[in-house]
């Protein structure tokens, strides 16, 4: 019984550390494990046949436990085999008078099988991720042992028999058995892992066999010297010392290895939210929302729309963005009833609605509820983007006017980090739109809605370009007569061009540059060019351009594109006409 409170104190101890680690801990509830292992069982057998050692022996187990969170409860089988040896010295053996030697002997030895059944309460400590298991298992119930008959013969030289150790074994069933268990385990997912651990069992009371009135019997020996070296072993001469039936305990420690395979319950598993919920799953997780944005008319869904899932008093429940799809998906939305608002661009969407009834079908299938918002506005949205002229830089901080010639009406807005910038275009209309930003200048552009059907369109895509200031522009069409300074009619648009660009950005001051080829002296191509530049400013300024914002440069040749056509080296007209060009350069101040 000492031992028996030990084992109840020890495992009280363990019980209560266990518990306190893992009460604070989020726990897979409600699920069955089975563990079979194999391991190696090391006894240790309390009888009165003395000269005899219990070696250690193969242990197969099978652990079945139920736990809801931290505790639970589990059985246990466990299989041992164990083999009795005789130690009793046989070497330099004789008779009690110390001449006739015992020198043949006969010796069966069968082994003893220990079968357990118990049951008990089981604790367990689980790491956060769930990965590494460390168990505590309790098991009390009942054993049956059979077998270890141990017996020892000897014969002497004159033929005389002496039984010198024995012992009857066991044959007991329904041994009270008490067992404690640590086994650690590592999962490789959510169902399979490995584990280790060990053990100790304890049989109380455990019955021997009694053949012929003995259940233990043995032959004293005695030692005594013949010589300083040599010691002689001899029976002392005394009757057969027999040994009453033992009620003896037996114990053993053992090590084992194992695999371990988990039993979830699929019943506590949402099919709305996948995930464990105890015990009632749905009612902790409710249900997926999906919420579609559409165009009204033309049945596109609306990507960048702000979506928000609002209760019946107002409160913002659940926020969102549709995504290139046009679609939001909010998840364990609760059981209630909602209003769902949509925006595109600052524009509302017409709103939408869920009943509290529409949650019963989404916890029965889960599949979730479906809704769309609709875009009703009857504007286009025009969706512009600002780069510098001839590249795909995009330019930041741009000022886009918009202009209405038809309603007369006047919006602006800022390129945002990519460019981008956002209009509403009123439906069979014209619009001008221009740029403006420091270093930057831009022509007006018109933009028309009045071939636009609402219905078959909603976003207008538009790219407009800002060149910087101080970069030279060719006019192509500015040409001259031949050692003439006379502007001609094909020249008019070109020029026009620069006019309606100085009357859009009225803080601006623009040179013209004329060039000449190679061929002819250097002081009489700078005279032409400077004559060419002086014409060019002169029209500019007869269209309403102060003089003071205009700028004649003559280059000359001093500026050639294709250098290789310089002075005295052989060129066609067509090298030569790269050369021959008139530029403008906008100057921002």
């Not at 800022?414 to 200048?441: C, M």
């Not at 809605?449 to 192509?476: H, Q, S, W, Y």
Request: some cysteine; proline content about 3%.
């Amino acid at each position: 019984m000492k031992n028996l409170l030990k084992l109840v104190c020890m495992l009280f101890v363990f019980v209560n550390t266990f518990s306190a680690q893992a009460q604070n801990l989020p726990l897979e509830t409600n699920y069955l494990q089975i563990s079979p292992r194999v391991g190696y069982d090391f006894p240790s057998y309390n009888n009165n046949t003395p000269y005899i050692d219990y070696n250690g022996g193969l242990e197969l187990g099978l652990s079945v436990d139920y736990y809801w969170n931290w505790f639970g409860i589990g059985a246990d089988f466990d299989y041992i085999n164990n083999k009795p040896e005789s130690v009793y010295p046989t070497a330099d053996l004789f008779e009690f008078d110390k001449t006739t030697a015992i020198n043949s002997f006969t010796l069966s030895e069968d082994k003893i099988t220990r079968m357990f059944y118990g049951i008990g309460p089981d604790f367990q400590y689980r790491t956060p991720s769930g990965k590494f298991t460390a168990e505590l298992n309790t098991r009390v119930g009942l054993a049956s042992i059979k077998g270890g008959r141990t017996e020892l013969i000897g014969t002497s030289t004159a033929f005389n028999v002496f039984p010198l150790n024995f012992h009857a074994g066991y044959k007991d069933s329904g041994v009270f058995s008490t067992k404690g268990q640590v086994r650690f385990t590592y999962f490789f997912n959510k169902n399979f892992g490995v584990n280790a651990g060990g053990y100790y069992m304890r049989h109380f009371d455990v019955e021997e066999l009694n053949e012929s009135g003995r259940s233990a019997s043995y032959q004293p020996v005695s030692a005594a010297l013949v010589s300083a070296e040599e010691p002689i072993m001899a029976l002392d001469g005394h009757p057969l010392l027999r040994e009453e039936p033992c009620d003896c305990d037996i114990s053993s420690v053992g090590a084992f290895v194992g695999i371990t395979y988990k039993f979830t319950k699929k019943e506590n598993v949402c099919p709305v939210c996948k995930e464990d919920h105890f015990p009632h799953c749905c009612a902790t997780c409710g249900c997926g929302v999906t919420v579609t944005a559409k165009d009204k008319f033309t049945g596109d869904t609306l990507a960048d729309t702000d979506v928000v899932l609002a209760d019946m008093s107002g409160n913002i429940v659940k926020t969102g963005t549709t995504n290139s799809y046009g679609v939001v998906v909010f998840s364990d939305v609760a059981e209630n009833n909602y209003i769902i608002r949509g925006k595109l661009y600052d524009v509302a969407l017409e709103e939408s609605s869920i009943s509290v009834d529409e949650f019963k079908d989404c916890k029965k299938d889960g599949a979730g509820i479906q809704k769309v918002i609709l875009y009703g506005d009857l504007n286009f949205i025009l969706k512009g983007n600002v780069v510098e002229c001839n590249s795909d830089t995009a330019i930041q901080g741009v000022d886009v006017m918009l202009k209405d010639k038809v309603n007369v009406g006047q919006k602006n807005t800022l390129s945002d980090n990519d460019g981008n910038f956002i209009f509403h275009l009123k439906q069979a209309s014209t619009f001008e739109i221009s740029g403006k930003k420091d270093g930057y200048y831009s022509n007006k552009v018109e933009v028309s809605t009045n071939a636009l059907n609402r219905n078959n369109t909603l976003f207008i895509d538009f790219e407009m370009c800002v060149d910087p200031c101080g970069k030279a522009i060719k006019l192509d069409n500015i040409n001259f007569d031949l050692d003439k300074a006379i502007i001609l009619p094909a020249s008019i648009p070109d020029l026009q061009r620069v006019v309606r660009l100085m009357q859009d950005n009225p803080n601006i001051t623009v040179e013209m540059s004329s060039h000449t080829d190679s061929q002819g002296s250097d002081s009489y191509n700078q005279s032409l060019s400077q004559r060419r530049a002086d014409a060019t400013v002169n029209y500019i300024i007869s269209q309403g351009i102060s003089r003071d914002r205009l700028i004649a440069r003559g280059a000359g040749e001093s500026e050639l594109k294709n250098t290789k056509c310089a002075n005295n080296v052989p060129c066609t007209d067509d090298e030569h006409r790269v050369n021959r060009r008139t530029e403008f350069k906008v100057v921002c101040f």
